[in-house]
């Protein structure tokens, strides 16, 4: 017998009170679905067409409607102005750094005030900065996506988009006279920063684009098929094709599939490392540089590698074989072994986070609890030595060219601003660069971090990272802010943040609850939150709600949570089966109806973390984890606020569209459900910081109304 999902079919009714979001009635036009035998209602399914004169109107009235109910919170603009303060009060931010084989250090700054970074190169470490490309020039809603420059520093290439779309175009540019000598090139979305992209000469390099124009029979299309390029100085104005996924001009490939080309130094071999979709692993062909003969296989994707770089005729490599937390391993490129592979550096208590390998030695970066760890291994012995780091924090291996020696990194915490450090090959400890001028507001004084563990629903201890005024007294009434995510073994590491720089001041919690699904604890944690076990990531969100009302932080009236992107499942289904422990929640560019993801261009990528409904055990997984589907009439679910970028690329914007009109139609209290719209963004990247500022200021100054703080309350209309 088929199991009927029923989500309320009632129209939302436009109130007087300052609470009612919505300006209009949603209409209900039910799209009933059988899946493996059961029967999904989607009433507004409607509001996917986000091309209908109707679904555009509907979505500019609640955004409207949205700006006026957040204007009329008075605390809000001082909220933002804390914000700014202290987003200005560090100097200028250097942020992706790029070292080449030359010497030449390639970096990203944003100035104090500025809306985007600009990209900046000095010939030497302490070299003087140059601009090369004034963002701001190009166009108010421009933004840099990415840059790789030539091992010689002659070069660089870079990718620009627009409000938010990440369709970037590539550009070359010749760094010597500043001149764009090629480009643009359409579609070359998802090329990131790698000096290895380029051949070693600096002539030529490899990159990607969307499929033919023109040949996508639907949207679900538009982002497979993916081809490679190679671009030289012979034909700058006529990349050559390099292959079609779509066509045998290459291996055989999949429609999820895209592929880059990579040389290193010191080797014979040019490699092609294929991705598929999300997958974490990888699988990988070579070939004889200059031979011209077709690649071979050489890593496939049940090896269990995520993360590799070629030395010689030596491939390192991170694997999560016989290692849930992940090994270093090495072994030959000429005639590889993944079974029984040396092992570099052996799995640990710690996660294994990323590798470099340097001229000198490999440089591979740790996860251990709270902080991280860098070692330098020696080629030839394995012997490793450890770097010495001066706080606990995150760390990142920057993009550093395999022919340097040693490493180029950056480190930042929950209170501490980012710095970046260079470590030689003799160097015990890492070193300050001048990349990231000192201010005072490089640090927040009288904040303090702890770690604390929350019980689950399985007994599974899950780790909070709790933020708050030195000596904070629990007197259970602390307005409380958790942020959660738990997808594809991201791990959600410490970062100093100005959006919450006046929620600490103000004696506020800030709180990251690492839930499964992340990469915390490696491989296994990984897939406790993922499909079939995807339940265990809002679970555990939930389970660190109750154990801050427990310990005595905060109560569900002053309690919030808040999660982008994947974080809206975890947010979404913990606000819909545990709608009495929150006060207010705040999915942001969300996964929401998990059920038609897959008809999005970029639903096919993702069903590997996610679940197809093709699939009855999938589908089931995907049904359990879209929270649109788990809203229910009659039930007092918390004030909600959900922002999204109407550009998006990556999360449809009707994935929030519909959940805030379920939302509104079930809500018997007339509590607020905003849909907070920015049509100058998409998926957050792209956005000025301005942007990104003042979408928080609307979440955090909404989170204080809703929890009843002073000077947060609206005057009556």
């Known amino acids: 017998m088929s199991r009927f999902v029923r989500i309320a ?45 109707e679904t555009k109107a509907w979505m500019r009235a609640q955004a409207d409607a949205t700006q006026r109910v957040i204007d009329r919170i008075p605390g809000r603009a001082q909220l933002l102005k804390q914000m700014l303060d202290a987003e200005n009060a560090v100097a200028a931010r250097a942020l992706d750094v790029t070292r080449t084989a030359s010497g030449h250090v390639f970096f990203t700054r944003r100035a104090v005030g500025a809306a985007h970074p600009a990209l900046y190169v000095r010939s030497s470490l302490n070299g003087e900065d140059r601009m090369l490309i004034d963002v701001a020039a190009r166009g108010a809603k421009t933004a840099l996506d990415y840059f790789f420059p030539s091992p010689d520093g002659k070069r660089v290439a870079y990718g620009l988009s627009s409000a938010g779309s990440e369709r970037a175009a590539l550009y070359v540019m010749d760094v010597g006279s500043g001149r764009d000598i090629a ?93 598929d979709g999300v997958r974490r692993d990888s699988r990988a062909l070579k070939r004889k540089v200059g031979s011209g003969e077709s690649f071979a296989p050489f890593l496939q994707f049940d090896d269990g590698v995520s993360r590799f770089q070629v030395r010689g005729d030596t491939i390192y490599a991170v694997s999560r074989i016989n290692a849930p937390r992940y090994q270093v391993v090495a072994t030959s490129l000429v005639t590889p072994d993944w079974k029984s ?43 490793r030595e450890e770097i010495v780091l001066p706080f606990p924090g995150t760390l990142r291996l920057h993009t550093n060219d395999n022919a340097q020696v040693g490493v180029l990194v950056s480190l930042g915490g929950w209170t501490n601003v980012t710095q970046h450090y260079a470590v030689g090959p003799k160097d015990s400890a890492v070193q300050l660069t001048t990349l990231q001028p000192r201010s005072g507001g490089d640090s927040l004084p009288g904040i303090s971090s702890r770690v604390e563990m929350a019980r689950s629903h399985d007994g599974v201890m899950v780790p909070l990272s709790i933020v708050q005024k030195d000596g904070a007294a629990k007197t259970g009434k602390t307005p409380t802010l958790i942020w ?232 009556a209309p």
């Open 9 to 53: 079919l009632l129209f939302a009714a436009s109130v007087s009170h300052v609470a009612q979001a919505a300006p209009v009635a949603t209409p209900v036009r039910n799209v009933p679905q059988t899946y493996h035998g059961t029967v999904v209602d989607d009433p507004y399914r409607w509001l996917e067409d986000t091309d209908a004169a």
């Open 183 to 275: 480009g643009p090139f359409a579609d070359a979305m998802w090329n990131g920063n790698g000096v290895s992209k380029w051949e070693r000469d600096g002539k030529a390099f490899s990159f990607i684009t969307l499929r033919e124009p023109g040949t996508a029979r639907s949207k679900t299309e538009a982002f497979e098929w993916n081809r490679t390029w190679r671009w030289s100085e012979d034909r700058p104005a006529a990349p050559t094709l390099v292959f079609d996924a779509a066509k045998p001009l290459g291996p055989a490939m999949i429609a999820t599939e895209s592929a880059q080309v990579f040389r290193y130094p010191d080797s014979a071999w040019e490699i092609m490392q294929v991705e």
């Open 341 to 383: 592979p040396h092992v570099v550096l052996p799995a640990g208590d710690y996660v294994v986070d990323n590798l470099h390998a340097a001229r000198d030695a490999l440089y591979v970066s740790v996860r251990d609890g709270a902080r991280f760890r860098l070692f330098r291994i020696d080629y030839r012995s394995f012997a």
């Open 484 to 715: 959660a995510y738990g997808a594809y073994g991201f791990s959600q590491n410490p970062s100093l943040r100005s959006e919450y720089a006046g929620w600490l001041n103000a004696g506020y919690a800030y709180v990251n609850c690492h839930v499964r699904g992340g990469g915390e604890y490696g491989e296994a944690w990984y897939t406790a939150g993922k499909i079939a076990t995807k339940a265990n990531t809002w679970k555990d969100l939930i389970a660190c709600a109750e154990h801050l009302i427990a310990t005595g932080v905060t109560t569900p009236a002053k309690l919030g949570i808040v999660g982008r992107s994947a974080g809206g499942i975890a947010v979404g289904r913990a606000m819909t089966e545990r709608p009495e422990l929150f006060a207010v929640a705040a999915p942001g560019v969300g996964v929401l109806d998990a059920v038609r993801a897959e008809t999005e261009p970029n639903g096919a990528g993702n069903t590997m973390e996610f679940g197809t409904v093709k699939q009855p055990d999938e589908f089931r997984a995907l049904l359990a984890m879209s929270a649109y589907h788990h809203v229910k009439a009659g039930v007092k679910y918390p004030a909600a606020i959900l922002p999204h970028g109407v550009n998006d690329s990556r999360v449809a914007v009707w994935q929030s569209s519909k959940m805030a009109a379920a939302l509104q139609a079930a809500r018997p209290d007339a509590k607020p459900v905003l849909l907070d719209l920015d049509y100058q963004a998409g998926h957050g990247r792209g956005s000025s910081r301005e942007q990104q500022l003042a979408s928080f200021a609307n979440v955090l100054a909404f989170f204080l109304w809703q929890m009843g703080e002073p000077g947060f309350q609206p005057a």
